[in-house]
């Protein structure tokens, strides 16, 4: 590949690609088994062309995507250094669902279809000089918008509900002011995300077993805020 430096600096590590510098205005993100990043570019100028804050394309081609490098912290990071509270951190990512909920489809082969990122939680926002960024498109498809919804929240509860993790603590109250948030929604497609997260191949066996307790903590969220004497979701 033309942009491809002969020894590029390593910059970060996803579970399945790693991100290296190529010069101040671009980062060369490489998939570590392969694949072909042409429709994770198609997907990011769709969205670009309509005004969501997405990294800059140069050039795709095979398993690298040569891409804008952004400037800024995560949105992670922001919100554990405490430049961020939970609910201005769970307000900018519904507002980001709701953004990217409202552009038309790149397809569009069914009536209620939105483009869905399938992965947006606050390691995949980068807090820019110009914005809000939203990095990581490889999962991106087309679906009922309530399903990326919850899969963010599923995302986040994993997290949560795991005692050992470091990030426990943070992540239940993130997870409390999102649901806050984007309300019962959530729970429409839940059964749905948790099975989409079951069958996600980059999960830990551990991983798998949480994701019961992460959709129960999700659903008791959602009752606590619901008026006293409302029948319980599900019920």
Same mark, same amino acid.
């Given at each position: 590949?033309?942009?491809?430096?002969?020894?590029?600096?390593? /910059?970060?590590?996803?579970?399945?690609? $790693?991100? %290296? *510098?190529?010069?101040?205005?671009? *980062?060369?993100?490489?998939?570590?088994?392969?694949?072909?990043?042409?429709?994770?570019?198609?997907?990011?100028?769709? !969205?670009?062309?309509?005004?969501?804050? !997405?990294?800059?394309?140069?050039?795709?081609?095979?398993? @690298?995507?040569?891409?804008?490098?952004? @400037?800024?912290?995560?949105?992670?990071?922001?919100?554990?250094?405490?430049?961020?509270?939970?609910?201005?951190?769970?307000?900018?990512?519904?507002?980001?669902?709701?953004?990217?909920?409202? /552009?038309?489809?790149?397809?569009?082969?069914?009536?209620?279809?939105?483009?869905?990122?399938?992965?947006?939680?606050?390691?995949?926002?980068?807090?820019?000089?110009?914005?809000?960024?939203?990095?990581?498109?490889?999962?991106?498809?087309?679906?009922?918008?309530? /399903?990326?919804?919850? /899969?963010?929240?599923?995302?986040?509860?994993?997290?949560? !509900?795991?005692?050992?993790?470091?990030?426990?603590?943070?992540?239940?109250?993130?997870?409390?002011? %999102? *649901? $806050?948030?984007?309300?019962?929604? *959530?729970?429409?497609?839940?059964?749905?995300?948790?099975?989409?997260?079951?069958?996600?191949?980059?999960?830990?066996?551990?991983?798998?077993?949480?994701? $019961?307790?992460?959709?129960?903590?999700?659903?008791?969220?959602?009752?606590?805020?619901?008026?006293?004497?409302?029948?319980?979701?599900?019920?």
């Amino acid at each position: 590949m033309a942009d491809r430096c002969e020894h590029p600096t390593p /910059l970060a590590s996803g579970r399945d690609a $790693d991100v %290296f *510098v190529i010069d101040d205005r671009r *980062v060369l993100r490489r998939y570590r088994e392969g694949g072909d990043v042409a429709a994770e570019a198609a997907v990011m100028a769709h !969205v670009a062309s309509h005004g969501f804050p !997405v990294p800059r394309v140069y050039q795709a081609r095979g398993a @690298d995507l040569v891409m804008e490098r952004l @400037d800024g912290p995560t949105m992670l990071s922001a919100f554990l250094a405490g430049e961020l509270d939970a609910t201005e951190t769970a307000t900018c990512l519904a507002d980001l669902h709701r953004r990217l909920h409202a /552009l038309p489809p790149r397809l569009g082969q069914g009536e209620d279809d939105r483009i869905l990122h399938l992965d947006l939680h606050p390691e995949n926002v980068m807090l820019t000089s110009r914005g809000p960024v939203v990095i990581d498109w490889r999962n991106a498809t087309e679906g009922p918008a309530d /399903l990326d919804v919850a /899969l963010s929240a599923i995302i986040i509860a994993q997290v949560a !509900v795991e005692e050992a993790h470091p990030l426990a603590s943070p992540a239940a109250t993130l997870l409390a002011a %999102f *649901v $806050d948030r984007v309300g019962g929604r *959530v729970l429409t497609t839940l059964d749905q995300a948790v099975a989409m997260r079951r069958d996600d191949p980059a999960l830990t066996s551990g991983e798998r077993e949480r994701l $019961d307790a992460a959709a129960a903590l999700i659903t008791g969220r959602c009752w606590s805020r619901q008026p006293r004497g409302a029948a319980r979701p599900g019920a």
